[in-house]
């Protein structure tokens, strides 16, 4: 089992940056594959980025491709997902989670095993 912990959220100005953090506990980290998903107020959680486990491989939501770069430190337990140029629309809370199924990654919340509590981050315009 992991537990996972998000940190990094807060408020910013559109077109502004953001890097998200969250650290997973557990010795087996580097056999998850790991993701981050959004929920804005009223809409169902969504896919915003994933990445193998050993970190060579990420995949991007349309929405964020070419803003946001996800990454990971094995020898830390903790991945990132560091969010430029941002927009009101991204308002969400960003939650991290950690998979374990047959495949290299994750573009759905079924795909995933264990999930941090979240991290707001509000866009202003």
């Known amino acids: 089992q992991v537990q996972l912990v998000e940190s990094g959220g807060g408020l910013v100005q559109a077109g502004g940056s953001l890097r998200l953090s969250c650290a997973a506990s557990g010795r087996t980290f580097s056999s998850y594959y790991m993701g981050w998903f959004r929920q804005a107020p009223g809409k169902e959680r969504e896919f915003v980025a994933a990445i193998t486990r050993s970190g060579v491989f990420s995949y991007y939501a349309n929405s964020v491709k070419g803003r946001s770069t996800i990454s990971r430190d094995n020898a830390k337990s903790t991945i990132y997902l560091q969010m430029n140029s941002l927009k009101p629309e991204d308002t969400a809370v960003y939650s991290c989670?950690?998979?374990?199924?047959?495949?290299?990654?994750?573009?759905?919340?079924?795909?995933?095993?264990?999930w941090g509590q979240g991290t707001q981050v509000t866009v202003s315009s």
């Open positions: 989670a950690a998979g374990t199924s047959g495949g290299a990654y994750g573009t759905r919340p079924g795909d995933y095993d264990y």
